[in-house]
Structure formats: structure tokens, C-alpha cells
């Protein structure tokens, strides 16, 4: 399923003017992306310039999203439904969430499942790409990126889908084997979960199975869902392909790490709490620099 969507963190002008208020709260009120932490892996000075000045779509950004949109297509019926409020946007996250942990049981294997949850004390989604239950029961999560040149990536750009992947399972896992903080989730994110849905988004996706009216009773049919499916396997994938002809460069497999991830999360938060300024590479990784829009202006240069 797709959506026409208002944004996760919808903001007016003044607010991204405000220069008091922590990144978080200024950019992120309501919670941050997975992507998030990736772009802030490769540079935060950077990812804090897009924050400001807006990201750039790239072709090979067109390209991987197409080809994510293919692979989703080829195991799915994409239905289009129009979100027009917060609580209908989270219910179409909760709803794919619901539904491919159907598919998955059905058929062992589904993609773009949303995951979403509270990391250290602050709220996170993202995309899950693909899981995959093979024949010893094990559920494999993998990540198809796309290459615009035909080798694999260095290992500073392998880091940024490290962290998205383990941070994908760690959210993943919570939600089987923790309790969701329901209560913070409604008041936090400020989603009323007793208003039915319109007509409109009900019509769209009731002949697909939608099991709730509201964003309450979504919310608890998915998340029985979730109790019912078991912790991911602590391998993790990403495989490359070449964007001109489709064809497979290899795979990056790597295990899960919890104190890895834990220190990641810990220092990005630092600055989206505004505990810090954001920073630049370190000397050894200038070299990042050469591809970088920002730096006429960027302070570590
Ligand atoms: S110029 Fe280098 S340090 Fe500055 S934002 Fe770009 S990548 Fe980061």
C-alpha cells in the first residue's frame, strides 16, 4: 500500500526559524527517521545543512526509490489511499505493518513493512525493505540498494546501511518482545485514538482487511500481530545491485550489534537534543568532502 501523505513532521516557517529549540523539536517534533541516523553517520555537519536548506532528490535517488517501488510490485497489490490527517497517516503505517506480517505468515516473505517504536526515549520510523522466513524458521531482514557504478561501496557508505538495517531490527524485535508504550504514543505524538477514520481512507482499504475503525483499534490489531511473529535473525543483508542493468554486485552480511548500535544512537541523540553542535568528518574521512553540496560554506573545510 502507498499513500498520498502529509509529512511525519509537519512544521510552519517560523518554527524552522526558531534558533532556541533543539534540532529535535525544531525538525523532528514528531520523532525522527531511521534515514535519519544514516545521514548522520556520513556527515552530520551535512545532514544538519539539509535540515536548514532542504534535500536535493539526486537521479540515483529516483532510481533506488523506483526500484524499491518495482520489488514492492512484485510481491504486492499497491492500493493508493489519501491520508488527510496525522491519524490517518499513522493508521496507513499501522495498517502495511499489519498487513505484511499477514503476508509474511501466508507466504514467508514481504517488503516495505514500517516499524516504529521508541529508541532511547525518542520516537523512530522506518522501512523495513524485505523479510524473508526461510525453511530452518529463521526470518532474514535485507536491503536492496541500488549502485550507479558497478562495484561495491566503501566501507563508510556500508556504515550508513549498518545502522539502518540493526536499527530496523532492533524496532522490529521491541515490538514482539516489549510492551508499546501506548499511552506516550498518543499523547506524545499528539494522535487522538478514538476518531474514525473518513469515509474515504475506510472505503480504500476495508476491502483489504483494515481491522479497526480508529487509530486505537489499529494500533491493537497490530500490534497483537507483532506480539504473534518472532525476533529476526541476527545476521542482517544488504545486497547491491547495478542501477543500469539490474544485475546482482554482492552483499554486505553483517551481525547485529546491540552496544554498537546503542553507542550510535546515543551520540546521534546528543545532538538532536541539543547537548551538542554538529560536526564535521574527522581528517581521515575529507575525502567526503569532494562530494559534498555544502562546502562553500561548511566551517571543516
Ligand atoms: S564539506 Fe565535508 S564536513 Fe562539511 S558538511 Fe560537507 S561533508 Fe561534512
Not at 525522527?32 to 536548506?53: G, I, N, P
Not at 517501488?69 to 491520508?83: C, D, G, S, W
Not at 524485505?130 to 556500508?158: F, H, M, V, Y
Not at 546491540?258 to 551538542?276: D, F, M, P, S
Request: charged share 30%; aromatic share 10%.
Amino acid at each position: 500500500m502507498t499513500s498520498v501523505t502529509p509529512p511525519l513532521n509537519e512544521q510552519s516557517q517560523d518554527e524552522t526559524q526558531s534558533s532556541s529549540r533543539t534540532p529535535l523539536s525544531q525538525f523532528r517534533k514528531y520523532g525522527l527517521k531511521v534515514t535519519d541516523f544514516s545521514d548522520q553517520l556520513w556527515c552530520e555537519k551535512q545532514m544538519e545543512f539539509t535540515l536548514h536548506r532542504g534535500k536535493e532528490k539526486t537521479e540515483a535517488m529516483v532510481q533506488g526509490s523506483a526500484r524499491h517501488q518495482e520489488l514492492h510490485e512484485e510481491i504486492t497489490e499497491i492500493v493508493e489511499v489519501k491520508t488527510s490527517t496525522r491519524e490517518e497517516w499513522w493508521g496507513l503505517q499501522l495498517f502495511n505493518a499489519w498487513a505484511c506480517l499477514h503476508q509474511l505468515k501466508r507466504e514467508n516473505i514481504c517488503r516495505e513493512i514500517p516499524v516504529f517504536g521508541k529508541v532511547q526515549g525518542v520516537w523512530l520510523l522506518g522501512i523495513v525493505d524485505q523479510l524473508l522466513t526461510q525453511d530452518d524458521g529463521q526470518t532474514i531482514l535485507s536491503d536492496t540498494k541500488t549502485r550507479r557504478k558497478a562495484n561495491l561501496p566503501s566501507e563508510a557508505q556500508k556504515l550508513t546501511t549498518r545502522i539502518q538495517l540493526m536499527l530496523y531490527k532492533h524496532m522490529f524485535d521491541q515490538l514482539v518482545t516489549h510492551d508499546f508504550p501506548k499511552e506516550d504514543y498518543f499523547t506524545e505524538l499528539r494522535l487522538d485514538p478514538d476518531v474514525t477514520f473518513s469515509d474515504e481512507f475506510l472505503e480504500g482499504l476495508r476491502e483489504h482487511g483494515l481491522p479497526g475503525e480508529n487509530l486505537g483499534s489499529l494500533l491493537e490489531s497490530t500490534l497483537e500481530e507483532f506480539r504473534n511473529a518472532s525476533p529476526l535473525a541476527k545476521e542482517l543483508e544488504t545486497r547491491y545491485e547495478w542501477q543500469t542493468d539490474q544485475s546482482y554486485l554482492g552483499s554486505d552480511i553483517f551481525p547485529y550489534s546491540n552496544a554498537w548500535l546503542h553507542h550510535q544512537v546515543k551520540t546521534g541523540l546528543r545532538y538532536w537534543q541539543g547537548e551538542r553542535d554538529a560536526r564535521g568528518v574527522p581528517r581521515s574521512e575529507r575525502w567526503k568532502c569532494r562530494f559534498c553540496n555544502f562546502q562553500d560554506d561548511c566551517p571543516y573545510t
